[in-house]
């Protein structure tokens, strides 16, 4: 049997689901750009994503869609989380001290890692992409593929969040002007609110 099919559409699948903008991406980005606990957060988001593509793959999906209230559950902390992150990369835009924000507003590992648990596992676009959508697709696999469309669904996530964070030191040279941190802070407040807005815009269309 050729296994190198199933894992190439794992891993087409979750680079095309993983390299929009996002909230994941942006916090990667910015973890790079400032050179702070890089190898940690690039881990946590990897292992993670594959945890959920595992997930999905074993048919947990299923059991998701029979908890509407755990989505709602989601929906409501996730927005409230994406909104609070955005005002603060907004108002991070605005502040004097934008032009020092690496050395001023450094992150613990521990802070790190609950932000990066934050803006997986509150976002129910993750479970709706990487569980359910994954564990769709990988439904129409034979099953003895299966595991092989997880480890290329899951070595997508590696690589993409590998290069995103350690890629970014390559721009840290335009960094170093505090209009791009400015302007980065813009994107990503922009960026989170507008998730924070669709996330309220869903759960009220399922409220109804």
């Known amino acids: 049997m050729n296994h190198m099919t199933p894992f190439v559409s794992g891993f087409a ?3 095309a689901l993983i390299m929009a903008i996002g909230a994941q991406n942006l916090f990667v980005l910015r973890q790079g750009l400032k050179g702070e606990h890089v190898g940690a957060v690039v ?3 990897s292992l993670s994503d594959a945890l959920l593509i595992a997930a999905g793959v074993s048919g947990v999906g299923v059991f998701l869609t029979a908890l509407p209230h755990l989505a709602t559950i989601l929906t409501v902390g996730g927005a409230l989380f994406l909104a609070w992150y955005g005002i603060t990369a907004l108002r991070r835009m605005t502040s004097t001290n934008a032009m020092s924000v690496t050395a001023t507003e450094r992150l613990s590992l521990g802070r790190a890692m609950v932000m ?3 803006f997986t596992f509150l976002n129910p676009h993750v479970y709706l992409d990487t569980v359910l959508l994954m564990g769709a ?13 997880a480890v290329g669904a899951a070595t997508a996530s590696f690589t993409w969040f590998a290069i995103l964070g350690y890629g970014a030191r390559l721009l840290q040279p335009v960094f170093t002007r505090p209009v791009a941190w400015r302007i980065l802070d813009a994107v990503v407040g922009i960026v989170m609110l507008s998730l924070a807005a669709s996330l309220v815009l869903s759960a009220l269309k399922q409220a109804r």
């Open 13 to 15: 699948l979750s680079a």
């Open 43 to 45: 881990l946590f988001f």
């Open 116 to 118: 990066g648990a934050a």
């Open 137 to 149: 697709a990988a439904s129409a696999q034979p099953e003895a593929s299966r595991r092989f469309f």
